[in-house]
């Protein structure tokens, strides 16, 4: 890769030494070549970019671990790169700095059946994780959206939410046996190992789970995986408000059933499938007067007991006052959209594509028994204001079995730098509020650059907050790692 | 700027970012920075409408190191593919091209060709040959191209789609040394002037010969007549040779007498199938001759992987022959299958995949052929 401008990070001397470590082909500061890496998906005004000095692409744990002990000599910022789809930035060279691209470290180092876990390098997205498993019947059921470009480290890095989590668990907690990891100062360690539990050590592994790339690169990890389920059966129940959507989720679970999915959407998110039905078929779907949400609930396993669990459920959703959606073209697109992604939607005069608008939003989480309360405040910003949901508010039961992961959104114009800034105070106040109810500014997409960072002082207590820097400071004394990320300097 | 009339779709994916488009590109595959992927190279044409880069040599480089696979436009709702074409205009326009390009396109302006073959041999493959010149009473004019005009390989899959040809009874015809480029890669490379001549000398030598329906070899000439030339002339009923083949096995003036046992997995090209979503017809041909197991690739039809070939890299070699050049990667795929033989409709792929099998020393293991070669052993 051609050199391009050297800047006050990246001297002639640290430019060549890089090239030294991961090969003059893996290596740039080109501006050609640094203007992918300067935004994500985050929400910023449309022309805002942050621009690294230099971009790297390692492909080893080893030249990984010489990068960083350069970059902490050197006092450079250093900022681990996955699929570059976040939504609150964390992955943006804020600080210039070196971005290391972490998807040169793709290769799956084991698979064990007989143990059901995968070892591998973190860099591969976790489509291509699947794909690999799939081979050996298994799956890993984490399912984030991204998956196509989102990586396995970022999913560790970042704990983002993903749709199975009501019966596997959802967070990575749930499937984290082991990592390795660079330690800001350049030294490899490695924490957990195969063992399905221990009661050892402390369980430093999880601490990097949510890190966002400021304690550590994590190249190397032991998930726990899955046989993947004979057969699944979906249904879509429509409810004239979230009250009783989440009191009849509540009672699946109760009752003994074990669903392996339960995701919940207002009656704006709902309308994105109804459209796509629309366009692809050519039929209407109308919802009730009444309706507020949609729950989609999957059973999988063998085909005798997901269907036995489907017919007992729809005896709960019918005294819960749920009407089922018969409408299976229907059904089969939305789980299509969510899972495979079949691209019609953006093919398509979208209401709700982003040809027009940004989707942004945030990832709040409350006690379940305030969800209602926060839709309502949701709603009642949306006309402060002045903006119009996106796909509304939506929630995956997360964390075995109903820790709602609840994702409010707005469509923001981001051309215009008032309504940008606009949609940053209708996201403080909402998560402010979240705060208020006794949840978090955060449950899958982290925390970043959002404009939600000012509200740590808020959730957490003084105290808290400074034992975190404190153990940032001693793993990363220089803070070179992600600097301005989670924690503000 | 050509490009600003993508505006709207490049700063759709610069607030979207969702990278789809990034992990089958085959030029991410290869080089490994975002900038070579789909969605890097809508970043580098926001850059240029933003002021924030120049046009240079050195995007050039990346815009140019695409093989116009059109899998970045299948995952999207943009059409990325197009926009790379613009940049690439823009680029002509500025008299950026890399010198492969440059000499690309001043060879197939002087020579009908990118190898400065001359015009007078390209119809010399089909001189051992029953195939004949086309005369205006031909129900077909069967073109050619350069490639199955000029490389020894291509002139064996010219061959082996004539005898099938004939062995069909159609009337057909060459144009042997009168035929010129036509335009395709030409048009992918952005010069679309030099396309709007060749596509011109094209319309008025066909219209003059009396041509209503045209059989290509491949698909690259396949795309650009079916969907470009109709813009500006004449609508001839173009096929690709796998469609007419199946259309004459369907209705029985081509019979397949002998079988072929072997596993046989198949490559779509980029042309024939995401650019025209013809997927069927090939796999027909295969399916109907007896002993052929077919086995799918895990990447197929709208999903196939590009040989690397596409967009005139089989000639500006901008991916080389390194572990990770699209070639490479596609034969270690088909090898994975079990397959002996990896059938291919597209003269490019051919040359592409036969390198490639060379290189990875699979030569004894798995054959490339061209269907059309499969089909004249079994008629």
Not at chain 1, 111 to 137: P, S, Y
Not at chain 1, 183 to 206: E, R
Not at chain 1, 405 to 424: L, M
Not at chain 2, 63 to 88: E, H, P, Q
Request: glycine residues 8%; charged residues 25%.
């Amino acid at each position: 890769m051609a050199a391009g401008k050297l800047t006050n990070w990246t001297s002639e001397k640290i430019f060549a030494t890089l090239k030294k470590i991961v090969g003059p082909e893996n290596v740039s500061c080109n501006k050609v070549d640094l203007i992918p890496y300067s935004r994500d998906w985050s929400l910023a005004n449309a022309s805002t970019i942050y621009m690294p000095d230099v971009v790297v692409r390692p492909k080893t744990t080893t030249e990984i671990a010489e990068v960083v002990r350069l970059a902490n000599k050197e006092r450079i910022p250093v900022v681990p790169w996955g699929g570059g789809t976040g939504l609150s930035g964390g992955a943006l060279a804020v600080k210039g700095g070196i971005i290391i691209d972490m998807k040169g470290l793709d290769r799956i180092i084991e698979i064990d059946e007989e143990n059901l876990t995968i070892t591998t390098q973190t860099g591969i997205t976790v489509q291509k994780l699947n794909e690999a498993l799939k081979k050996h019947q298994l799956w890993w059921p984490h399912d984030p959206e991204s998956k196509f470009a989102s990586t396995v480290g970022a999913a560790i890095a970042c704990d983002n939410a993903g749709t199975f989590g009501t019966k596997y668990g959802g967070s990575l907690v749930d499937y984290l046996l082991g990592i390795e990891v660079v330690l800001p100062t350049g030294d490899v360690v490695k924490f957990g190992s195969q063992a399905p539990h221990s009661v050892s050590g402390y369980p430093l592994h999880w601490l990097f789970i949510g890190s966002e790339g400021t304690l550590g690169i994590i190249t190397q990890t032991t998930l726990r995986v899955y046989r993947l389920p004979q057969y699944r059966c979906v249904d879509i129940i429509v409810f004239d408000s979230f009250k009783s959507a989440i009191n009849a989720g509540l009672r699946i679970i109760e009752s003994g059933l074990d669903p392996e999915s339960i995701h919940i959407m207002a009656k704006e998110g709902f309308i994105y499938y109804t459209k796509l039905y629309e366009v692809m078929f050519n039929k209407v779907f109308k919802p009730p007067e009444k309706m507020e949400a949609a729950m989609a609930i999957s059973f999988a396993g063998l085909k005798d007991v997901a269907e036995f669990q489907r017919s007992m459920s729809s005896k709960i959703f019918s005294d819960a006052g749920g009407m089922v959606v018969e409408e299976r073209e229907l059904v089969d697109i939305f789980w299509t959209e969510k899972h495979t992604l079949s691209y019609d939607a953006g093919k398509n005069p979208w209401p709700l594509s982003q040809t027009q608008h940004k989707y942004t939003g945030i990832d709040l989480c409350v006690p379940i028994g305030k969800i209602p309360v926060l839709y309502k405040k949701y709603k009642r910003l949306l006309k402060k204001y002045n903006f119009k949901p996106a796909t509304g508010c939506f929630m995956y039961s997360k964390r075995l079995k109903f820790a709602p992961n609840c994702i409010f959104t707005i469509n923001v114009n981001d051309e215009d730098p008032e309504e940008v800034e606009r949609a940053k105070k209708f996201i403080h106040e909402l998560a402010k509020y979240s705060i208020k109810c006794g949840g978090t500014i955060s449950s899958s997409r982290g925390v970043g650059i959002a404009v939600t960072q000012s509200l740590m002082p808020v959730e957490h207590t003084h105290l808290a907050l400074e034992l975190m820097k404190k153990l940032k400071h001693m793993l990363d004394p220089n803070n070179i790692m992600n600097p301005g990320k989670k924690l503000a300097d | 700027m050509l490009i600003k009339g993508f505006k709207q779709d490049i700063y759709t994916c610069n607030r979207c970012k969702c990278g789809f488009c990034r992990e089958e590109c085959p030029s991410y595959k290869t080089f490994g920075l975002e900038s070579y992927s789909g969605r890097g190279r809508m970043s580098i044409a926001w850059a240029v409408l933003e002021g924030k880069l120049g046009l240079t040599n050195e995007i050039a480089k990346r815009i140019y190191a695409c093989t116009m696979c059109g899998y970045c436009s299948a995952r999207c709702s943009m059409d990325i593919t197009a926009v790379i074409k613009a940049l690439r205009e823009e680029l002509v326009e500025r008299g950026l091209v890399p010198p492969e390009v440059r000499d690309f396109l001043e060879n197939t302006h002087k020579y009908g060709n990118p190898w400065k073959q001359p015009r007078e041999k390209r119809g010399e493959w089909a001189k051992s040959t029953e195939i004949r010149p086309y005369e205006s009473s031909d129900e077909f004019l069967y073109y050619v191209g350069y490639v199955g005009s000029y490389d020894t390989r291509g002139n064996n899959v010219a061959k082996a789609l004539g005898k099938v040809l004939l062995e069909g009874g159609l009337s057909f015809g060459v144009l042997g040394s009168d035929e010129d480029c036509d335009g395709n890669e030409v048009n992918m490379l952005g010069e679309r002037g030099l396309f709007q001549l060749l596509m011109e000398k094209n319309i008025q030598k066909f219209k003059k010969l009396g041509v209503k329906k045209i059989v290509t070899l491949s698909p690259h000439a396949y795309n650009a007549m079916k969907n470009e030339y109709p813009l500006y002339g004449e609508n001839f009923e173009v096929m690709h040779y796998t469609q007419l083949l199946q259309e004459i096995i369907r209705n029985g003036k081509l019979r397949i007498s002998k079988g072929l046992k072997a596993r046989v997995t198949y490559h779509d090209p980029c042309f024939l199938g995401r650019y025209n979503k013809e997927y069927d017809a090939p796999r027909e041909i295969l399916q109907n001759i007896p002993g052929i197991e077919l086995v799918e690739m895990g990447r197929n039809k709208e999903d196939s992987f590009c040989c690397g070939g596409g967009g005139g890299n089989f000639y500006t070699d901008f991916f080389g022959s390194g572990e990770d050049s699209p070639n490479r990667i596609r034969v270690r795929e088909a090898y994975d299958t079990g397959a002996e033989i990896l059938a291919v409709a597209c003269p490019t792929c051919m040359i592409m995949l036969d390198d490639a099998v060379k290189v990875e020393g699979l030569e004894e293991k798995l054959t490339i052929r061209d269907i059309s070669e499969i089909v004249s052993e079994v008629v």
